[in-house]
């Protein structure tokens, strides 16, 4: 099953404007994680934002977390289009075997 | 060494044949997955390895079977598959009990039933 929940599921920006990519979540964590996949590849791991945090900060990244909303943002920067990918929000469930569970992504391309 | 290596990257295969896929990792992490992924669809979990004992099955077809002969591999062995099993199969892996940790993945293996 799916934890997580992306809007918008597809996103087409300019270079150089931001984008941002919400998710919403439906049980509580201890944290959320934002992965980048590009096109048919493996995923990779961006951030991981505790729920104790309201903001975080990597380079061109800013995520955000309102666990009284159960929701995060994932905002990129100044894109470029490289940043061309599909971006998942996942969290971990289970204890003591744990699952890496993700919402159903958001698709941004960035057109240069 | 942070990479999860997955071989092969491309795979075809008729319904009558036996496959496998291979996942090797060397972070020293003690839990591996198994992810099945469609297009336009996010991952989805099929097994979870913990110290090499299989912890989590999600309800997925005797078709697929795993198999964790060591720390650092991770095997999928694959038996009159079905053309709707055609997928991307991702492995990855992560510190074991812990979940404040990221997972590594793999590049994955492109699957394709005839």
């Known amino acids: 099953s799916q934890q997580g929940e992306e809007d918008p599921q597809a996103l087409s920006i300019q270079e150089g404007e931001n984008a941002t990519m919400n998710c919403s979540y439906k049980?509580?964590?201890?944290?959320l994680q934002w992965y980048r996949q590009n096109s048919g590849r493996g995923l990779v791991h961006l951030i991981l934002i505790r729920s104790n945090e309201r903001e975080k900060h990597s380079g061109r990244l800013r995520v955000t977390l309102d666990t009284s909303k159960k929701s995060s943002s994932l905002l990129i920067t100044a894109s470029r289009a490289a940043d061309t990918a599909s971006y998942f929000c996942a969290t971990w469930s289970g204890a003591g075997s744990y699952q890496l569970t993700f919402g159903k992504g958001t698709k941004l391309s960035v057109i240069p | 060494d942070t990479e999860v290596t997955q071989t092969p990257k491309h795979l075809v295969m008729g319904m009558t044949n036996k496959k496998s896929l291979k996942c090797e990792q060397h972070m020293g992490h003690r839990a591996m997955y198994w992810y099945k992924q469609k297009a336009k669809k996010p991952p989805e979990l099929m097994f979870v390895y913990s110290y090499e004992k299989l912890s989590i099955n999600e309800s997925v077809p005797s078709r697929f079977s795993p198999e964790c002969p060591n720390s650092s591999l991770l095997n999928l062995h694959l038996h009159a598959l079905q053309p709707e099993d055609s997928a991307l199969y991702l492995c990855?892996?992560?510190?074991?009990?812990?979940?404040?940790?990221?997972?590594?993945f793999g590049q994955g293996t492109r699957l394709t039933v005839v």
């Open positions: 990855a892996s992560s510190q074991e009990d812990r979940d404040d940790t990221e997972a590594f």
């Open positions: 049980t509580s964590i201890n944290n």
